[in-house]
Structures are given as structure tokens and as C-alpha cells.
């Protein structure tokens, strides 16, 4: 079936380095994909989405790019901070109307060295 | 404007038991989803609910569990007879008008 799946399951960055996190989808009518930051024992938290119209889109200190030809989907962390330690999922939706689940993939542990 | 509220954050349940989770959305959401998330995996959906509708339950197991969202109160996911398996952090996450879905804090149930 559809999947949303990460390349890495863990990766470790120099604090103050940028980290990039990838990740790959397969469902080619997904539409709408999220970010999203889970810490130890807490709810996934939003960090930014994009819609398939576009490629490209920035938030503070995140970018994400996406490239619907190879069906590739990236978190762009820039300098690094400890407080960026957590679990990164990514999630795709195909939107019908106004609302639609999220599939999401496995998650991946990035670790932020001091 | 408070956040999506889950409660009980902790649950402990004898197998057998029931479990009730408990879900408020977002003030002006009408959209709850519950996910249930096992250690070191992701977020596996289970089902989405509209006010009063279940619009799709696809990711619910046929038997034991359940899932409501009234016209007043809570959402509730109910878990019947639960067995060891069933542990598992439960998330809800509520939208609006747009696809941008917010999780609440989850709930830890641990079946003994």
C-alpha cells in the first residue's frame, strides 16, 4: 500500500551545524505534507507544512523543499540547537475538501551534539 | 485559546478492563483524528470524526474499540476488554477549515 517512509532513522549533528532531514512518500495524489517535532513524552508539534503547488517554503531557522518529480520531501534545520534534539515525522495528506488524515512516517531521531 | 486537551495523560488498565480516553479539540475545531503510537515507531491513524460522524475508521481494529465525537463534550476512544497489546500513547488532533492539524499531550495507556 501507500506509505510515507524516512531514509535515516537516526542522525547526529554538530550543534550549530544545519541538519537536513529527508524523507520519502509514494502516494502521488498526496497533496499537503507537515513536519512535525515530537520531544520525549510529549504530542507532535507542527513545524511547517507545504502544499503541492509549491517546492519550496520557509520558516524560521526551517525550510522545507519539495521535489514531487523523485516524490522527495525535505526539513532543512539551520544552525542547529540543542533544543532542536527530538523526533522529526513527516506526514502527507491528500486534501478533500477542507480536512484530511495525515499518514505519517516512522520518525527520525536527530541528536545534537554540543 | 487552549490547545487540544487529552486526559487522562496516564492510564492504567487491568486486561479485561475498559479504557476511555478523552479528547476536547481546539476551540472552533470540529475535526478530531486519533492516532496511536507504539514505542520507538510512528503515528498509526486509527480514525477521524466530524460532530456526531465517524467519516472514516479505517485504521480501527474491527473489534474491542470505538470511537465518538457528540454534538457536546468530548471526543471519546473506547477500548473494551483491553488486552496487553494495547499499550500504547494515544494521540488526538483537531482541524478546522484547513488541513493543519494540532496533537494534544496524548494519553499513556499501560495494560497489567
Known amino acids: 500500500g501507500e506509505s510515507v517512509g524516512l531514509h535515516l532513522p537516526t542522525l547526529s549533528v554538530q550543534e550549530g551545524d544545519n541538519s537536513i532531514i529527508n524523507c520519502a512518500y509514494s502516494?502521488?495524489?498526496?497533496?499537503?505534507f507537515i513536519w512535525y517535532k515530537q520531544e520525549s513524552g510529549k504530542g507532535p508539534q507542527f513545524i511547517i507544512d507545504i502544499r503541492s503547488n509549491m517546492d519550496k517554503r520557509q520558516g524560521q531557522r526551517v525550510t522545507v523543499l519539495l521535489n514531487k518529480t523523485v516524490k522527495h520531501l525535505s526539513l532543512q534545520i539551520a544552525a542547529t540547537q540543542p533544543g532542536d534534539s527530538a523526533v522529526y515525522f513527516c506526514a502527507e495528506a491528500i486534501s478533500t475538501g477542507a480536512n484530511s488524515k495525515l499518514t505519517f512516517g516512522k520518525g527520525i531521531t536527530l541528536s545534537v551534539r554540543p | 485559546n487552549a490547545g487540544v486537551m487529552q486526559n487522562p495523560r496516564h492510564l492504567v488498565r487491568r486486561r479485561g478492563q475498559e479504557a476511555r480516553l478523552r479528547c476536547s479539540p481546539m476551540k472552533g475545531h470540529s475535526h478530531v483524528y486519533w492516532y496511536r503510537q507504539l514505542p520507538e515507531e510512528g503515528l498509526k491513524f486509527m480514525v477521524y470524526?466530524?460532530?456526531?460522524?465517524?467519516?472514516?475508521e479505517s485504521g480501527m481494529p474491527k473489534e474491542r474499540f470505538s470511537a465518538e465525537f457528540p454534538k457536546e463534550g468530548p471526543s471519546i476512544l473506547r477500548i473494551q476488554q483491553v488486552v496487553r497489546g494495547d499499550s500504547a500513547a494515544y494521540f488526538c488532533a483537531s482541524s478546522g477549515t484547513r488541513t493543519e492539524a494540532f496533537f494534544g499531550q496524548g494519553t499513556r495507556l499501560t495494560v497489567v
Open positions: 502516494n502521488s495524489a498526496s497533496d499537503y
Open positions: 470524526l466530524q460532530k456526531e460522524n465517524i467519516i472514516d
